[in-house]
Nanobody, 124 residues
Framework: QLVESGGGLVQAGVSLRLSCAASGRTPSRYTMAWFRQTPGKEREFVAV????????NYADSVKGRFTISRDNARNTVDLQMNSLKPEDTAVYYC???????????????????WGQGTQVTVSS
């Protein structure tokens, strides 16, 4: 089970930190990612981190502004979002994959567990 928290309404330029709490079978061994989705559009990859936390990958649109991290002792995955822009407005989803190990695989179909999503709204 994945539960996201930390979303909200913020102004452009500020920071926000999302957190995902994982529970269940060996979540510390799973590849974890964040995706986002806006109405009428497909779910979009944002960031991914491998099971050890040693490798990460980001969408070009967030590279340099967002940072993904994980704490396997607490079974949490965070997404630090800095310099937020109105185009970052979306529902953000935490995802876990029990079988993907290649962090270059950013397809949503590679992830078999999903959270319920948390809304992030950035006003201009």
């Amino acid at each position: 089970q994945l539960v996201e928290s930390g979303g909200g309404l913020v102004q452009a330029g500020v920071s926000l930190r999302l957190s995902c709490a994982a529970s269940g079978r060996t979540p510390s061994r799973y590849t974890m990612a964040w995706f986002r989705q806006t109405p009428g559009k497909e779910r979009e990859f944002v960031a991914v981190i491998n099971w050890s936390g040693g490798s990460t990958n980001y969408a070009d649109s967030v590279k340099g502004r967002f940072t993904i991290s994980r704490d396997n002792a607490r079974n949490t995955v965070d997404l630090q979002m800095n310099s937020l822009k109105p185009e970052d407005t979306a529902v953000y989803y935490c995802a876990a994959s029990s079988w993907v190990t290649d962090i270059q695989d950013t397809a949503a179909r590679a992830y078999d567990y999903w959270g319920q999503g948390t809304q992030v709204t950035v006003s201009s």
